[in-house]
């Protein structure tokens, strides 16, 4: 039941992270494309983002597919270590701040999500129970 807990708590705070982001991008497009190119990413990433943003948290909060859900949860971490990288290169620690929060309910939901499927995805186990 804890994990359960655990799951739903990390993952619903996790996709309010990931929608409050994509809101953002649309609502201040131009403060987002401009961060972007102050980071040195192309601005052409920022329609990208706002859509991928959003088909991530849907994919995991459905669990439709383990594939598309595991292919979600790859690309949720990969985006936040390089959102924590990128703001911790350009010198700007606090704009870090939200990624590395994003980061543990990443790792809380990821380790707890076969305690709700009834497929479980092969991945978490692996993580659990490497030596």
């Known amino acids: 039941m804890t994990e359960i807990l655990i799951y739903w708590i990390s993952t619903a705070l996790l996709a309010l992270l990931y929608v409050t982001s994509a809101t953002l991008y649309v609502v201040k497009a131009g403060w987002v494309r401009q961060t972007l190119a102050d980071f ?44 924590a990288l990128a703001h911790l290169g350009v010198k700007k620690p606090a704009g870090a701040l939200p990624a590395l929060v994003g980061l543990v309910l990443f790792a809380a939901s990821f380790a707890t999500q076969n305690s709700v499927r009834e497929i479980p995805s092969p991945y978490p186990q692996i993580v659990v129970n490497h030596p």
């Open 40 to 83: 040195g990413y192309p601005v052409y990433l920022h329609p990208l983002l706002i859509v991928l943003k959003v088909l991530a948290v849907i994919a995991i909060v459905s669990r439709y597919s383990i594939f598309l859900s595991d292919l979600a949860y790859a690309g949720i971490f990969y985006h936040l270590l390089l959102s």
